[in-house]
């Protein structure tokens, strides 16, 4: 096994005990209860404090990655 193979090996299992830890040790609770409706999910992205200019954000990056995309694959 080459000294690259060693290193993914034992980053992977850190990874996995890690993640193993974490979620063993989450107290979990009744997750049911916690998700929220469509009218909250509008209130937290649309009031002032919220997300909205976040969301206009990502909207614009997506369509100039869409007009990007079509650009790149246009035949010439």
């Known amino acids: 096994m080459e000294r690259y193979q060693l290193v ?7 990874l996995l005990v890690t993640m193993s ?10 997750v049911g209860t916690l998700v ?4 909250e999910i509008s209130d937290q992205m649309f ?17 100039a990655s869409m ?3 079509v650009y ?3 035949e010439e």
Do not use: E
Not at 8 to 14: D, K, N, P, T
Not at 47 to 63: E, H
């Open 8 to 14: 993914a090996v034992i980053s992977s299992f850190l």
């Open 21 to 30: 830890v974490a979620l063993v040790g989450q107290q979990w609770g009744n």
């Open 36 to 39: 929220p409706g469509t009218s």
């Open 47 to 63: 009031n002032p404090g919220g997300y909205g200019i976040t969301f206009l954000i990502l909207a614009l990056l997506l369509v």
């Open 67 to 69: 007009i990007g995309g």
């Open 72 to 74: 790149l694959a246009k």
